[in-house]
């Protein structure tokens, strides 16, 4: 049973930096690798949207509002996917949530929380 756990959330002033990280375990069947792996965030009241995520072969995919802050990475020996977060602002404020996806198959962690403020 796959499961990640999130790390890094917290307080930011704007303009600060956060690194995220989604360490993942308990795959019998599938290695690490061959999973998408991505992060999405929710605003209470809002729909889950995606932020960015990462292939089985490092493509990558980052929402418009992000693009040049945020960047995603993994590191398959560690089983971890990281989102480094730059410039943050109050909007990026959101519980964010790390997720693997492979085939019909997909997993969420728990979720951690980014407050950006001052």
């Known amino acids: 049973q796959l499961q990640l756990v999130e790390s890094g959330g917290g307080l930011v002033q704007p303009g600060g930096s956060l690194r995220l990280s989604c360490a993942a375990s308990?795959?019998?069947?599938?290695?690490?690798?061959?999973?998408?792996m991505g992060w999405y965030r929710q605003v209470a009241g809002k729909q889950r949207e995606l932020v960015a995520t990462?292939?089985?072969?490092?493509?990558?995919n980052y929402a418009d509002s992000v693009k040049g802050r945020f960047t995603i990475s993994r590191d398959n020996r560690k089983n971890t996917v990281y989102l480094q977060m730059n410039s943050l602002e109050p909007e990026d404020t959101a519980v964010y949530y790390c997720n693997a996806r492979l085939a019909g198959f997909q997993r969420w962690g728990q979720g951690t929380q980014i407050t950006v403020s001052s």
């Open positions: 990462i292939t089985s072969g490092g493509n990558t």
């Open positions: 308990g795959s019998t069947f599938t290695t690490f690798s061959m999973y998408t």
